[in-house]
């Protein structure tokens, strides 16, 4: 089932400045997890801006967390476009997504969380069992004398602008809130 026309209208109204400026998109993502995780439903949209962990940093991060009451069910990392061509900003933004599991986890109630990091329209799936603390996709460590690609460019591999992106987003989608209605 294809997105509705408007949520489709907004992601394109993101371009071309989206490439270089996130905050294009806080308005498109918005919308689709408001449509997605409606409030009728009992889920609420959090916007989250954490400052960086590092002082010498200023890159904030923004962060839409997925609340049913007050727990934490899902949550998406915004950033431009652009991140996705260098290696350094896709680890930074793999960093960011570890550390928000890691700040999560205790707190989730559901046996999965699900979050994903956004470059644009790109999509990278990670998913955290909360039994097991597993954390996938598995992290890929430096190395001390070698330059080696923590975050591969590949993992952003859905597009939520294409059919198979948005099938795989309605598919987690529809897992959580299954687990949600169990919980419940």
Not at 159 to 164: A, N
Not at 171 to 182: A, S, Y
Request: aromatic fraction near 12%.
């Amino acid at each position: 089932m294809p997105w509705e026309r408007y949520i489709v209208q907004q992601f394109q109204s993101a371009l071309p400045r989206g490439e270089l400026d996130e905050s294009q998109y806080y308005g498109p993502y918005n919308t689709l997890l408001h449509y997605l995780f409606p409030p009728s439903e009992s889920y609420m949209v959090v916007p989250q801006y954490k400052r960086p962990t590092q002082l010498t940093s200023i890159d904030f991060t923004t962060i839409f967390l997925i609340q049913q009451g007050q727990d934490p069910v899902f949550f998406l990392e915004i950033k431009a476009a652009e991140h996705l061509r260098s290696k350094s900003t896709r680890a930074a933004a793999d960093k960011q997504m570890r550390e928000r599991f890691e700040a999560l986890g205790d707190q989730v109630e559901i046996p999965i969380l699900y979050g994903v990091s956004a470059m644009g329209t790109k999509l990278c799936f990670y998913k955290y069992t909360k039994d097991t603390g597993q954390l996938e996709p598995e992290l890929i460590p430096g190395h001390t004398k070698i330059v080696v690609d923590t975050a591969p460019r590949d993992r952003w591999d859905f597009d939520v602008l294409t059919d198979e992106g948005e099938r795989k987003l309605r598919e987690v989608v529809g897992e959580v809130k299954r687990m949600c209605g169990q919980m419940g």
